[in-house]
């Protein structure tokens, strides 16, 4: 039997490395996002996730046997995160129900499983690090929580498995992303070198001398592809980063170095990439003149609000894998590496000089 993937959120850094590995591995995928997949080899649907008939209507001729959820909406609060990204979840797992053909339901969700929702991010009583799987909910909203609940009723009414995936900060490629720390230090090195500003790190004490880790979004698809086909796997939670552990104040040495730059001494005071990129669309403007980039506008490359969220926390954040390598997922990723493949494809795409 062909295997018929619909990937939600195909257009996503998780998304666009999910629709590649299956096809890949030879799988028939359709690629649902807001405007149509431009991959060769893909289904391409449109729907906007948040109105039902919307989704009923792109999926009504759809029979998949396996659906990824690798999407999310940020809203202005956490009550509002939750109504949505339930309801995008819901809404697609209800238009798929008429056909009876899903086997099983992959969500991506995330750390915040365990640090808190973005409006209580990091505070409170927090599980220990390193964070694993067993360690359960937090005693706060938090629209991750919202999401599993949609899956886990849908699974019991329709009979599917699920398998849910939690990984560390995402690494990956993909424009207009609103959680994209790697191509967001990318465009704040190549705007440091153009304009000969220190390159500062802009995160906390506690970040650039703890341990941490991160998740390639290439390794995150192979999680998923391997608990939706390993029986032992079903209708579990698993976290998912690299498989190593650095300490920022290392990582920063490696990323300047890449870009032929001297990492600056951690500051005295704090500098959020927030702040510091503030007014870099003119330099970037330059710079897009200069040696032909395709993306003038610089909020479509760089999310400063959610890295600095990630590099300001004033704890550390480690992650447990042995839960998924008990069970025979052994795959691995350099994060050095990781971090130097997204700037090649940057550079490859001309969205960086």
Not at 8 to 29: E, H, K, P, R, Y
Not at 147 to 167: I, M, N, Y
Not at 292 to 299: P, Q, V, W
């Amino acid at each position: 039997m062909t295997q018929t993937a619909l990937v939600v959120g195909a257009s996503g850094i998780v998304g666009s490395a999910t629709t590649q590995l299956l096809l890949d591995n030879q799988w028939q995928v359709a690629a649902l996002s807001r405007s149509p997949s431009q991959i060769p080899g893909v289904i391409p649907i449109a729907a906007d996730l948040q109105d039902p008939a919307s989704v009923q209507q792109a999926l009504a001729e759809l029979n998949p046997t396996h659906v990824f959820i690798t999407t999310w909406s940020r809203q202005a609060t956490e009550a509002e995160n939750i109504r949505v990204n339930a309801a995008m979840v819901r809404n697609v797992l209800d238009a798929v129900r008429p056909a009876g053909t899903v086997q099983h339901v992959a969500l991506v969700t995330g750390l915040k499983h365990y640090l808190g929702p973005f409006e209580n991010y990091g505070k409170g009583s927090l599980p220990q690090t390193p964070f694993r799987e067993e360690q359960g909910r937090l005693d706060v909203e938090n629209f991750y929580y919202a999401q599993e609940d949609e899956v886990f009723a849908a699974a019991e009414k329709d009979g599917f498995t699920w398998s849910v995936h939690r990984p560390h900060t995402v690494t990956g490629v993909a424009v207009g992303n609103a959680m994209n720390m790697a191509t967001t230090l990318a465009v704040y090195a190549s705007v440091c070198k153009h304009t000969g500003r220190p390159f500062v790190f802009p995160g906390s004490r506690v970040q650039w001398d703890s341990l941490t880790d991160m998740t390639d979004a290439r390794q995150l698809a192979q999680q998923q592809l391997w608990a939706a086909t390993t029986p032992t796997a079903a209708n579990q939670a698993f976290n998912i980063t690299n498989g190593d552990v650095f300490r920022w104040q290392w990582m920063w040495g490696q990323i300047a170095n890449y870009f032929g730059l001297t990492p600056a001494d951690f500051p005295a005071q704090p500098c959020p990439l927030e702040q510091q990129m503030a007014d870099d669309q003119s330099a970037w403007s330059q710079m897009v003149a200069q040696h032909g980039l395709k993306e003038a506008d610089i909020s479509r490359l760089v999310s400063p609000w959610h890295t600095d969220a990630d590099l300001g926390r004033p704890i550390e954040v480690v992650t447990d894998m042995s839960k998924s390598r008990q069970l025979g997922f052994t795959a691995y990723q350099a994060s050095d590496q990781a971090f130097f493949a997204v700037f090649d494809q940057l550079r490859a795409a001309r969205l960086i000089p």
